[in-house]
Structures are given as C-alpha cells and as structure tokens.
C-alpha cells in the first residue's frame, strides 16, 4: 500500500497490468498436497503477491481431504484459521446445500447466488480475514460460477476519481453491520469498521465489504455514498471481474479479494452435488506472521 506518489503511479500500473493477464485463469499443477514442491510453490507465491490470487489444479482429483487442505493452507501462510459459527471442528467449513442446522439459515449453505463481499467483514477488528482457501471437491451439475475481483482494483478507480472518496471509506465508522440474533440471543454484536485499511500486520491493502443491503449500515456522508456506487458500477463491469467455476480437485487462495458465486442446480447423484471446503484466516497468504 503506497504511501507516496511515485510509489503509487508503480503500484497501480503493476496490479493493472498483472490482473489484465488474468483473462485466461491459469492453474498450478500439485503433484502431491501432501508434500508441495518448491517449484509449485514458488509459482504459487508468485501469483498471490502479483494479483493476491492464485489457482491451482491437484493431479489426483482424490487426493485432498480436509486434513490435507488444512495442510496445504498452512503451507501457504493460513496459521490462524478463523472457527466461525458453521465451520467444523477442524476449522475448514464444508460447503454444500444445508436442510437443517444453523447453517441452513446462511446462504453459503444454499444453491442461492452469492452477492459480492469479503469474508468475514462482519468479523471483530482483532479477527478479520486476511485470506482464504476454497477447494472443489465436487461441483453442481450447472453453475456455481466464481466471481473474483481484486479489491487494489477498487482502490485504484476510486483514487483516480477522487482521493478524498478513500479517505472516506477508512473512517473507522464508515461501515456497521448489525448484530447477529438467533432464537432471540445476541451471538455477535453490532461491528463498525473501515471499507479500506492497512493491515497492520503486513503494511499492505485490505479491503472489507458487502454489497448486502439488508446486513449493512452506510455512514450518511455524500463521499461515501458516492464511493459505494463506484464500486458498485466496477462490480458491474466484466472488464474487471474475473468468472470461473471451479472443477473437482481444483481451489483458490487468495488475500480476501471481492468475490460472489452465481446460484447453481445440483444433480440427483452425488457426483453433482456441489461441495466445498473453504478456509479462513487471519494471516495474509506468504506473511510469515
């Protein structure tokens, strides 16, 4: 995250060119999950610090249970996992149409579209979500199409446009989502927080958001309101969003970027029952934190 001009004019034009060349989604082959080459690794971290994304292809479709994608995030930098409401035990949360249960209240739990937002946005300051995995173990018999964006791109529209529309989205009241209520008890309360901030951890971009209406409270200010339908024209624009669906033994990392998912109909055999394993954590991808 720059802090002056001339570092900004090399920022911007290094994360523009770099997500430009995202048009055709490009896979690192992972012979083993178990025991990652430095040669996969190495192109992994690569991507991660280019465009904070990275895919990757597992050879044996098979071969990544939960405990091996644990593994693998770790690998990756993800220590501190994030235990939310509807994750297991293991911290990974399985992702699939969810009938009973609290997590059929949660629309990741349903074949409903994902409107786009960050993970975990409505997270305590001292738990917010740096990075995330997602692993196909099986997908829908159609849709389910992932929507990714990487959030710099947000940063640098609206600096361009206007820094003081920045400037506005990092009050730390800028954005406040109400408190979770289930069967009349408060399970998490009312959260405020910045759009952008710097992480401290790492001294680089972070970005919390949803384009949720009815989970969210705008601060009333002319430049945020005017922030907010920027991003929303740039989350309109196929000229900046990046769409795949993920197949069988594929995944994403990435550093918490904007993302969404379209609805998805699943089959009557189990091969065509979408299933996910998804990982959340407070560490940014390759930090060393």
Known sequence: MPDFESEYVAWRKSRLESWSKLSVVDFTTIDDPKNIADIEYQAIKA???????????????????????????ADFGM???????????????????????????????????????????????????????????????????????NHELIYIHLY??????????????????????????????VQSGPVFYRDTQTNTLQMRYTSRSRSIRWKQDSNVQQAIAMIEACLSNNEFVLKYTLQPGEGLLCNNILHGRSAFTNGNIPEQQRVMYRARS????????
């Not at 074949?111 to 997270?123: E, K, P």
């Not at 361009?160 to 309360?189: C, W, Y």
């Open 47 to 73: 991507q991660c610090r280019q465009n904070n994304l990275a895919f990757y292809r597992i050879r044996d479709t098979k071969a990544a249970d939960k405990t091996t994608i644990r593994q693998l995030a």
């Open 79 to 149: 220590l501190r996992l994030d235990q939310n409401l509807c994750a297991d035990n293991d911290s990974i949360s399985s992702l699939h149409v969810m009938n009973v249960g609290r997590a059929k209240g949660y629309i990741p739990y349903t074949n409903s579209a994902l409107n786009w937002h960050t993970d975990g946005y409505y997270n305590q300051r001292d738990q917010y979500i740096r990075s995330f995995l997602l692993h196909c173990v099986q997908s829908a018999l159609s849709g389910g199409c992932n929507m990714l964006i």
């Open 282 to 289: 407070y560490n940014r991808l390759f930090s060393g934190q």
């Open 160 to 189: 361009d446009k206007n820094p003081s529309l920045i400037h506005s989205l990092m009050q730390p009241d800028v954005m406040t989502i109400p408190a979770n209520i289930e069967n009349g008890q408060e399970i998490r309360p």
